[in-house]
């Protein structure tokens, strides 16, 4: 019998997986072990997060010189 390797889940799964987790952290319910593991699992989701956009931005980069565009301008809410 094999084993399959779990999927590693995509950006959106792991940002709502990880509100979660804050949301039943932040109501104090939990015992001191459930807490760490929590916690444990949400630096896991985070930097699974923080990966899948370093990648994003990597192939935004990419896509923007092949069409001659060399500087990604920041967007930000007083630009708008």
């Known amino acids: ?3 399959r390797i779990p999927e ?3 950006f959106e799964t792991s940002l709502k997986e990880l509100e979660s987790l804050v949301e039943t952290m ?3 319910d939990l015992s001191l072990e459930d807490s760490l ?3 444990e699992r949400g630096v896991q989701l985070s930097r699974t997060c923080q990966q899948a956009l370093k990648a ?3 192939k935004v980069e990419i ?3 092949k069409t001659g565009q060399d500087e990604i301008v920041s967007f930000n ?3 708008a």
């Open 1 to 3: 019998m094999t084993k």
């Open 56 to 58: 994003a931005e990597q």
């Open 37 to 39: 593991s929590h916690f």
């Open 63 to 65: 896509l923007m010189k």
């Open 8 to 10: 590693k889940p995509d």
């Open 26 to 28: 932040e109501k104090g």
């Open 77 to 79: 809410d007083e630009d």
